[in-house]
């Protein structure tokens, strides 16, 4: 014989336990604060006891409210934006909400359509680090009263509350530290030049090399893909004869120190380098590698308290530009002994 199926306990089942009303059940459900502390604690008992789980398809249908926002970043894989999501998802659970986290990419098509999916999925708001900086390609697939925040990137043209670091100051800060060191040739390499990051960075570089009365020296790509041992020896080592370099971003340092191995160059050792963004096993490499480091876990749960904040309506209707510091952590890639901290 087949085993009869039990049905899950309703919200009916609850109010009858607890012996309330089904609309006083139903507050206590929805987190309403008119409600005695004693009936709410017997209700709250009662469907811990039943296991009484609510239908959030029918309950976001009569409070207009899914309980979800929307993530979408560029690269999954990149460390920085890993502990970035933890700390969103983090505030995320805390106002008992979910998030669901996409990427895009780094392509405005694949963005574009992870905001459609996501807003047909009615989330209640959405964190983005835009793909594209020069112009704006999102507002016209947003509904008008979806409160967004940009991560990391600001969208030309566009009114969003943001989260971004110090990326100028920082790069500035870095270039004289190797500055200090007596280099003169100093390249700055990196990929997507049009990212207001990468912009902000490479300005902030120009600006320490012409303090000092020294050429800048850029050299960037469009895509990672293009990071390749002989664009590396061609561009940077030769072409420039850098005797230091300053590393935009993660991707870049990583394929920096692989294509320097393929043409037996040791990355810090040969050419000191500083590279934005720290990661697991920079403190351990040989030499350890001197960088930029991010504020991720703050940027996470700033960004994503600033979309609760708007959500609740507790923000100003003008957008919101937060802007964190982030630190110089000094090892040995750029030339020096031992290990320090410089914000």
Known sequence: MTARTRKPPTLEDVAREARVSLKTASRVLNGAINVRQEKADRVRAVMERIGYRPNELARSLM????????MIVA?????????VIHEVQEVARSHGYVAIVTSSKGRPDIERMEIET??????????????????DTITDALPNDLPLVTLDQLVRGASFDSVTIT???SACDATQHLLGHGY?????IGTRPHLYTSKERITGYRESMRRASFEPRVCCVDHEDLLTSEWFDKEVIRGQSADAVLSLNWVTTLHFLRGLDALGIR???????IAFDDFDLGDVLSPRLTVVRQPSELLGRESAQLLFDRMNGKRRPKPDAVVLPAGLIIRESCGCKGSRSSS
Do not use: M, Q, W
């Open 75 to 83: 690269n999954l894989a990149n460390p920085f934006i890993t502990s």
């Open 167 to 169: 990326n100028r100051r």
């Open 267 to 273: 990355g810090g050792r040969n050419i000191p380098f």
């Open 118 to 135: 996501l807003v047909r999925r009615r989330i209640d708001g959405l964190i983005l680090a835009p793909a594209e900086s020069r112009r």
């Open 184 to 188: 003169r040739r100093i390249v700055a």
């Open 63 to 70: 409070t207009r409210k899914s309980s979800v926002i929307g």
